[in-house]
């Protein structure tokens, strides 16, 4: 599974919503500064907070990166501070910053708080999204997202 899967899982066990991608995914809203059909749909759903779940390849210790984006507020940075509380609570390594920080202004991160809303990136390592084939280290990751989100 994909983070869109993740994704997916995560707001129907929660009754939030999930925008992915249907079937392949040509370009990278994340990378793309202008507004496209994809950043469009997150910006007219105004009033919802943002979690953009991404993934980063195993090369890194942590376990979930958190990117509070170009002008993090309060709600972001108390969003991020609980993320950060429950996943070690369920013994995840789990911090903010570079390399995905979600500055850059091609963000879905950054759209959305320029625009006025609030957003959080969550980076999320291979070896933690993979429930079919990796569940023991899975299980930890969508545990300790779904006590946040709940």
């Keep these: 599974m994909g983070t869109g899967g ?5 707001a129907e066990l929660t009754a939030s919503t999930a925008l992915t991608v249907v079937g392949r995914q040509t370009g990278d809203p994340n990378w793309d500064v202008e ?21 980063f390849r195993e090369d890194l210790p942590e376990d979930l990166i958190l ?15 609980r993320l950060l509380a429950v996943a070690a609570a369920h013994g995840l390594a789990a911090r903010t910053g570079r390399p995905f920080d979600a500055t850059w202004p091609g963000t879905i991160t950054a759209t959305v708080q320029v625009a006025g809303g609030v957003a959080l990136q969550l980076e999320v390592a291979g070896r933690r999204r993979r429930p079919r084939t990796r569940p023991d280290t899975t299980a930890p990751v969508l545990a300790a997202l779904l006590e946040w989100l709940g």
């Design 35 to 55: 507004i496209g059909a994809f950043k469009r749909e997150v910006l007219g759903r105004p009033g919802l907070v943002v979690v953009d779940v991404h993934g």
């Design 6 to 10: 993740l994704a997916e899982t995560l």
């Design 67 to 81: 990117g509070l984006g170009p002008t993090s507020s309060p709600a972001v940075r108390q969003l991020a501070d």
